[in-house]
């Protein structure tokens, strides 16, 4: 039996454009189908990291013009705080690779009161 390898990335929650939330409501149902998380909450948490840039490797992703017409969007499971979790990325990535946008079942911000200037874990597995 292979055990799944994971790593901590370390990073400070931080305010964004405020653009994820409108641009995905209308995929939600098939985001939520194609992840297996059906309570995936609207909109995302985001956090600048503390250590570099990570690239990242999709478990899931929407192809241009299958759901959204501008861009692929990506959708990489970890963990926060012992709970599921997924990273959303889009083939422009308009943060860089030292963002990381977080989605979950709960509102992350709320759940685990976080405000901006916060730090916060994130578990990522190998691949």
């Given at each position: 039996?292979?055990?799944?390898?994971?790593?901590?990335?370390?990073?400070?929650?931080?305010?964004?454009?405020?653009?994820?939330?409108g641009?995905?409501?209308?995929?939600?149902?098939?985001?939520?189908?194609?992840?297996?998380?059906?309570?995936?909450?609207?909109?995302?948490?985001?956090?600048?990291?503390?250590?570099?840039?990570?690239?990242?490797?999709?478990?899931?992703?929407?192809?241009?013009?299958?759901?959204?017409?501008?861009?692929?969007?990506?959708?990489?499971?970890?963990?926060?705080?012992?709970?599921?979790?997924?990273?959303?990325?889009?083939?422009?990535?308009?943060?860089?690779?030292?963002?990381?946008?977080?989605?979950?079942?709960?509102?992350?911000?709320?759940?685990?009161?976080l405000?901006?200037?916060?730090?916060?874990?994130?578990?990522?597995?190998?691949?």
């Amino acid at each position: 039996m292979n055990e799944i390898k994971s790593r901590t990335l370390k990073g400070t929650v931080f305010s964004g454009f405020g653009v994820a939330t409108g641009s995905l409501r209308p995929h939600m149902r098939a985001i939520r189908t194609q992840t297996g998380l059906p309570n995936l909450v609207e909109g995302t948490l985001n956090l600048r990291l503390h250590d570099g840039s990570y690239s990242g490797h999709p478990d899931y992703i929407f192809q241009k013009g299958h759901y959204n017409q501008n861009e692929d969007t990506y959708f990489e499971r970890c963990r926060i705080q012992g709970m599921p979790a997924l990273i959303m990325r889009t083939s422009t990535n308009a943060h860089g690779h030292g963002v990381l946008e977080l989605m979950g079942e709960v509102k992350f911000r709320d759940q685990l009161n976080l405000k901006d200037g916060d730090s916060l874990e994130v578990e990522v597995f190998d691949p």
